[in-house]
């Protein structure tokens, strides 16, 4: 019986299923997280064999011990995992603490967590990326815009998200920003790149091979989402684009990726750029080798009539997945921010999509800057009914 230890498997919420699945599979599950042991889910504690509360996830030595008891009562680890961006760095140290093999290790983090690494990996390829600057001094800055032209991106090179994005249209932009960022934080500048993005989703088996492969396509910029305050969606593809598999798969032995759960993203210009490609040609943006944030992993079930946390636990398990992928369709996700004025109550929007409607509740505080603050998610058959259902629920009265 392999021994499997999830890091923080509370949070998202959803994240229970990925326990569930692996004790179906004959897993010893052993929890490791903050939350007292009576607020996990019923159906969560029910799916560990073990918990170890700490005090913070935030302190190392904590979580450190949690995994040497973990050790002394069950034995070796066979699998160490939190499928989550903000704690991949900690995954990766306690791995290589206890010599656990099966995912990524410290020397590994570099080209997997910075983005100013991981476009050489990209490039071996042949899939371009946007050019860059290293955030100096207002000189150095400057010099790079002369070169790219406003405006520019800047965020965190280690960053989760959007957080602390800023897109830079003056100057007078630079220096605000110069002068408020945190200067312990190295910061990345790219050109600006006009486009949408799209993603490769993918479960890989320890060959590098796709166990299971979709995708999503975010028509809006999650950093105008977050520095805007604005409403949020995205939407998981019927059929994923042949070039976005292909790239996918490209960057998948690129970056030498196996036994793991993966969201790769990718520009897809909306207009010709010099250097970077025509209208319709995909950018390298970044790679997240974890599932899809939030509730994705959900609305990847909805659009693949399947499971994909039975097949990341098969994936452990097997090496092979034992769930097959059904019907497909488009799924949605869309996310109203409080305090706006829109045209269709929430109420009606309930009535009007009855249908179609999946899942209806509130995101959680912790995501709701990206992700805004009343989430619906639905499914349909073709382009046009997901255009009309976003054109609805973003309606705002005059």
Same mark, same amino acid.
């Given at each position: 019986?392999?021994n499997?230890? !999830?890091?923080?498997?509370?949070?998202? =919420?959803?994240?229970?299923?990925?326990?569930? &699945?692996l004790?179906?599979?004959?897993?010893?599950?052993?929890?490791?997280?903050?939350?007292?042991?009576?607020?996990?889910?019923?159906?969560?504690?029910?799916?560990?064999?073990?918990?170890?509360?700490?005090?913070?996830?935030? %302190?190392?030595?904590?979580?450190?011990?949690?995994v040497?008891?973990?050790?002394?009562?069950?034995?070796?680890?066979?699998?160490? &995992?939190?499928? $989550?961006?903000?704690?991949?760095?900690?995954?990766a140290a306690?791995?290589?603490? !206890?010599?656990?093999?099966?995912?990524?290790?410290?020397?590994?983090?570099?080209?997997?967590?910075?983005?100013?690494?991981?476009?050489?990996?990209?490039?071996?390829?042949?899939?371009?990326?946007?050019?860059?600057?290293m *955030?100096?001094?207002?000189?150095?800055?400057?010099?790079?815009?002369? &070169?790219?032209?406003?405006?520019?991106?800047a965020?965190?090179? %280690?960053?989760?998200g959007?957080?602390?994005?800023?897109?830079?249209r003056s100057?007078?932009?630079?220096?605000?920003?110069?002068?408020?960022? %945190?200067?312990?934080?190295?910061?990345i500048? =790219?050109?600006?790149?006009?486009?949408? *993005?799209?993603? @490769?989703?993918?479960?890989? %088996?320890s060959?590098g091979?796709?166990?299971?492969?979709?995708g999503?396509?975010?028509?809006d910029?999650?950093?105008?989402?977050? $520095?805007?305050?604005?409403?949020?969606?995205?939407?998981?593809v019927?059929?994923?684009?042949?070039?976005?598999?292909?790239?996918?798969?490209?960057?998948?032995?690129? @970056? =030498?990726v196996?036994?793991?759960?993966i969201?790769?993203?990718?520009?897809?210009?909306?207009?010709?750029?010099?250097?970077?490609?025509?209208?319709?040609?995909?950018?390298?943006? &970044? *790679?997240?080798?974890?599932?899809?944030?939030?509730?994705?992993?959900?609305?990847?079930?909805?659009?693949?009539?399947? $499971?994909?946390?039975k097949?990341?636990?098969?994936?452990?398990?097997?090496?092979?997945?034992?769930?097959?992928?059904?019907?497909?369709?488009?799924? *949605?996700f869309?996310?109203?921010?409080?305090?706006?004025? !829109?045209?269709?109550?929430?109420?009606?929007?309930?009535?009007?999509?009855?249908?179609?409607?999946?899942?209806?509740?509130?995101?959680?505080?912790?995501?709701?800057?990206?992700?805004a $603050?009343?989430?619906?998610?639905?499914t349909?058959?073709?382009?046009? =009914?997901?255009?009309?259902?976003?054109?609805?629920?973003?309606?705002?009265?005059?």
């Open positions: 019986m392999k499997v230890i !999830f890091l923080s498997p509370n949070f998202p =919420e959803n994240y229970w299923k990925f326990c569930y &699945e004790k179906q599979n004959g897993m010893n599950v052993l929890g490791i997280g903050d939350a007292p042991y009576d607020d996990l889910l019923p159906e969560l504690r029910e799916s560990l064999t073990e918990y170890y509360r700490v005090d913070s996830l935030e %302190n190392y030595d904590q979580v450190y011990r949690a040497a008891f973990f050790i002394f009562k069950y034995g070796p680890i066979d699998w160490l &995992e939190s499928n $989550n961006e903000y704690w991949l760095e900690r995954d306690l791995r290589t603490a !206890f010599h656990i093999t099966s995912g990524f290790q410290c020397e590994d983090i570099p080209r997997i967590k910075y983005k100013s690494r991981m476009k050489e990996y990209y490039q071996k390829v042949g899939i371009p990326t946007a050019r860059y600057h *955030v100096d001094d207002e000189k150095g800055c400057l010099a790079f815009i002369k &070169e790219v032209g406003w405006p520019v991106v965020k965190p090179d %280690n960053g989760v959007a957080n602390g994005t800023y897109k830079l100057e007078d932009d630079l220096r605000s920003f110069l002068s408020r960022k %945190n200067p312990s934080v190295p910061y500048m =790219e050109e600006f790149v006009h486009a949408e *993005v799209c993603s @490769f989703d993918a479960i890989v %088996n060959h091979i796709p166990m299971f492969a979709s999503n396509i975010t028509p910029s999650l950093m105008d989402v977050v $520095n805007n305050a604005g409403n949020c969606r995205y939407y998981i019927k059929d994923l684009a042949d070039d976005v598999r292909a790239a996918g798969m490209a960057a998948v032995k690129s @970056f =030498e196996k036994s793991r759960f969201h790769f993203e990718f520009f897809r210009l909306t207009q010709d750029q010099p250097g970077l490609g025509k209208k319709g040609a995909l950018v390298g943006l &970044e *790679v997240n080798m974890r599932p899809p944030g939030g509730i994705t992993p959900e609305l990847l079930n909805y659009a693949n009539s399947t $499971n994909v946390y097949v990341w636990a098969d994936m452990i398990a097997l090496d092979r997945s034992t769930q097959a992928a059904g019907k497909r369709c488009f799924c *949605v869309a996310g109203r921010r409080d305090g706006k004025d !829109f045209l269709l109550s929430h109420e009606e929007v309930l009535e009007k999509y009855a249908a179609h409607l999946k899942i209806v509740d509130r995101v959680p505080d912790a995501l709701s800057a990206c992700m $603050n009343q989430m619906y998610v639905a349909f058959s073709t382009q046009r =009914e997901l255009d009309r259902f976003y054109k609805d629920l973003f309606a705002c009265k005059a």
